[in-house]
């Protein structure tokens, strides 16, 4: 059975930083695109980047562009979210999801919620003006 599960998320200032984390079992880790997604109160949930499975490319959310960056260590089965310059527009439910399609790297595929078939119950991250 496919498990993941965040932490990290927290309350932070403005102009602050924060880093999340997702520890993944159940799947080879090293054959599995991963995204980082986000969903404020009252909003859809948006995806924030993603990574294919050596880490080779990476995509990112034109909000976030510049400001975050996602990374994975196979060995540990984590990927991580590290979110520098945090704004208070950033405040969401950060959840981390898992893919199980072998399609070759694809920024459009990728970015779609149904693109992926596991998702973690999500960490609070609350930035502060």
């Known amino acids: 059975q496919v498990q993941l599960v965040e932490s990290g998320g927290g309350l932070v200032q403005a102009g602050g930083s924060l880093s999340v984390s997702c520890a993944a079992s159940?799947?080879?880790?090293?054959?599995?695109?991963m995204a980082w997604f986000r969903q404020a109160p009252g909003k859809e949930r948006e995806v924030v980047a993603a990574?294919?499975?050596?880490?080779?490319?990476?995509s990112y959310a034109d909000s976030v562009k510049g400001r975050f960056t996602i990374s994975r260590d196979n060995a540990k089965n984590t990927v991580y979210l590290q979110m520098n310059n945090l704004k208070p527009e950033d405040t969401a439910v950060y959840y981390c999801?898992?893919?199980?399609?072998?399609?070759?790297?694809?920024?459009?595929?990728?970015?779609?919620?149904?693109?992926?078939?596991?998702w973690g119950p999500g960490t609070q991250v609350v930035v502060s003006s």
């Open positions: 990574i294919s499975p050596n880490g080779a490319f990476t």
């Open positions: 999801a898992t893919s199980n399609s072998r399609r070759y790297w694809s920024t459009d595929y990728y970015f779609r919620r149904a693109s992926y078939d596991y």
């Open positions: 159940g799947r080879t880790f090293s054959s599995s695109t």
